[in-house]
């Protein structure tokens, strides 16, 4: 079949940057790790309970940050809007450490940062398929004879220092089970638009209730 028949319909974006500043600033944060999931059998993941909005502390690497999702959104969304960033969090994994499948509420899109110094066998981030209901249990269960990018129902993302990555806030992901022997360190952060959007009866302005 000749490739110019073939049209991905309706795919999934995730973007990943190569951040090009130094942020190893980030490193010398004195959180205070706390346990979260603590029902995963592999053991429980470190997080910083006590500031959930911890890109305030760093307005620099926050407007970094968020400039490249204003650049991603205007050139590869299509979408020219005012952005800002929520909640923001660093987390953890020890050896052993796992989060199980979730999703984050309360966003538009969803930014992971690995700014930690060493990823050597490092877990990767795996995305679940947002149709993973109807392939699995409402469609016809016709198994491929081999993996591609159109037939997996995860993809994963190895981690990598300095790499930023964008995806849809409705897209699930997990951590599986972390076998290095270096902590793998991310900042984890919530997108939503900001000012006004949306057209007549979907009109909203955060101005109004300032």
């Not at 600033?25 to 592999?42: F, G, M, N, R, V």
């Not at 470190?46 to 959104?73: A, H, T, W």
Request: proline residues 7%; aromatic residues 16%; hydrophobic residues 30%.
């Amino acid at each position: 079949m000749s490739t110019n028949n073939f049209t991905p319909l309706f795919s999934t974006p995730v973007a990943t940057v190569q951040i090009q500043k130094n942020t190893d600033i980030l490193q010398t944060c004195d959180a205070t790790w706390e346990k979260t999931y603590p029902h995963t059998d592999e053991g429980a993941w470190g997080f910083c309970p006590n500031n959930n909005r911890v890109l305030e502390d760093y307005p620099e690497i926050k407007q970094i940050l968020l400039n490249s999702f204003i650049s991603f959104s205007a050139e590869i969304l299509g979408v020219c809007n005012e952005f800002d960033i929520s909640a923001s969090w660093l987390t953890k994994a020890e050896k052993g450490n796992s989060t199980p499948l979730h999703s984050h509420a309360n966003s538009f899109w969803n930014g992971v940062y690995y700014y930690g110094e060493n990823y050597d066998s490092s877990s990767p981030l795996v995305f679940e398929h947002p149709l993973i209901d109807y392939l699995k249990n409402y469609g016809w269960c016709v198994p491929p004879i081999k993996s591609t990018e159109f037939n997996n129902l995860e993809q994963k993302i190895i981690p990598i220092k300095n790499n930023l990555i964008f995806f849809p806030s409705y897209l699930k992901h997990k951590v599986p089970k972390h076998d290095g022997e270096f902590p793998r360190y991310s900042l984890s952060f919530n997108i939503i638009p900001v000012g006004q959007y949306g057209t007549y009866d979907s009109l909203y302005d955060t101005k109004w209730f300032n």
